[in-house]
T-cell receptor
Framework: GENVEQHPSTLSVQEGDSAVIKCTYSDSASNYFPWYKQELGKRPQLIIDIRSNVGEKKDQRIAVTLNKTAKHFSLHITETQPEDSAVYFCAASMNLMGTGTASKLTFGTGTRLQVTL | DTGVSQDPRHKITKRGQNVTFRCDPISEHNRLYWYRQTLGQGPEFLTYFQNEAQLEKSRLLSDRFSAERPKGSFSTLEIQRTEQGDSAMYLC????????????????FGEGSRLTVL
C-alpha cells in the first residue's frame, strides 16, 4: 500500500519568512496530493491540493509543487503569519476523476509549524 | 452547522468495555470514512463506505472493531472489549462522489470523538 513520509516534524519560522514542508510517497499510481491544516483541537481542513497532471499550483500565499519522477511534493507558505501556526498534513491517493475510482487518502505524520513574532 | 458531526466528543471508559461512536456526514455526501489519530501522528485510515457498502477495511481494524452505515446516511463505529491502545481520536470524514468526473477527493472531517481507555 501507499506510504507517505513527511519532513520536518516541527518547523519554526519568523513572521514574514517562508516555510517549506516536504513529503515523499511510494505508490507510483498515486495521482492526487492534498494538504490539510489542523489547528489545535480542531478538525483537519483542506488548504490546497494538486493532481499529477500539473507540476505546481498556487493559491495566494500557498503553493504546492509535485515531482512525479522523484515521487515527492512540497508545500510552500510565503509571508507567514501567526495564524499559519498549525499542524500540516500531506496525503496521497489514487483518484481517477474520469472513472470515479478513488483509493483512500494516506496521510503523512504531520509538521507542526510555529510562526513567531 | 451543516458539517460532519460526531458524537460523543469525548468518551472515557474502562478497559474491557464496549464503546460506540456515531458520525453524521454532510447530507448529500455518499462516501464516509473513519480515521484514527493519535498524538503527534497523522490520521490513519480505518474503513470507508460508499452509500451503505463498506468498500475497504484497514488491517488496523481488528475483529474488535466494527463499522456500519445501514441506510447510507449516518455511520457507527463500535469497539468491543476496549484496550488502552485504543485510546485515540476517532475522526469521521465524508466526501461527495456525485458523478465520476466530479469526485474532487476532498474529505470534510468532523471534530472527532476522543476515546480514553483507563
Amino acid at each position: 500500500g501507499e506510504n507517505v513520509e513527511q519532513h520536518p516534524s516541527t518547523l519554526s519560522v519568523q513572521e514574514g519568512d517562508s516555510a517549506v514542508i516536504k513529503c515523499t510517497y511510494s505508490d507510483s499510481a498515486s495521482n492526487y496530493f492534498p494538504w490539510y491544516k489542523q489547528e489545535l483541537g480542531k478538525r483537519p481542513q483542506l488548504i490546497i491540493d494538486i493532481r499529477s497532471n500539473v507540476g505546481e499550483k498556487k493559491d495566494q500565499r500557498i503553493a504546492v509543487t509535485l515531482n512525479k519522477t522523484a515521487k515527492h511534493f512540497s508545500l510552500h507558505i510565503t509571508e507567514t503569519q501567526p495564524e499559519d501556526s498549525a499542524v500540516y498534513f500531506c496525503a496521497a491517493s489514487m483518484n481517477l476523476m474520469g472513472t470515479g475510482t478513488a483509493s483512500k487518502l494516506t496521510f503523512g505524520t504531520g509538521t507542526r509549524l510555529q510562526v513567531t513574532l | 452547522d451543516t458539517g460532519v458531526s460526531q458524537d460523543p466528543r469525548h468518551k472515557i471508559t474502562k478497559r474491557g468495555q464496549n464503546v460506540t461512536f456515531r458520525c453524521d456526514p454532510i447530507s448529500e455526501h455518499n462516501r464516509l470514512y473513519w480515521y484514527r489519530q493519535t498524538l503527534g501522528q497523522g490520521p490513519e485510515f480505518l474503513t470507508y463506505f460508499q452509500n451503505e457498502a463498506q468498500l475497504e477495511k484497514s488491517r488496523l481494524l481488528s475483529d474488535r472493531f466494527s463499522a456500519e452505515r445501514p441506510k447510507g446516511s449516518f455511520s457507527t463505529l463500535e469497539i468491543q472489549r476496549t484496550e488502552q491502545g485504543d485510546s485515540a481520536m476517532y475522526l469521521c470524514a465524508s466526501s461527495l462522489r456525485k458523478h465520476p468526473g466530479e469526485d474532487t477527493g476532498e474529505l470534510f472531517f468532523g471534530e472527532g470523538s476522543r476515546l480514553t481507555v483507563l
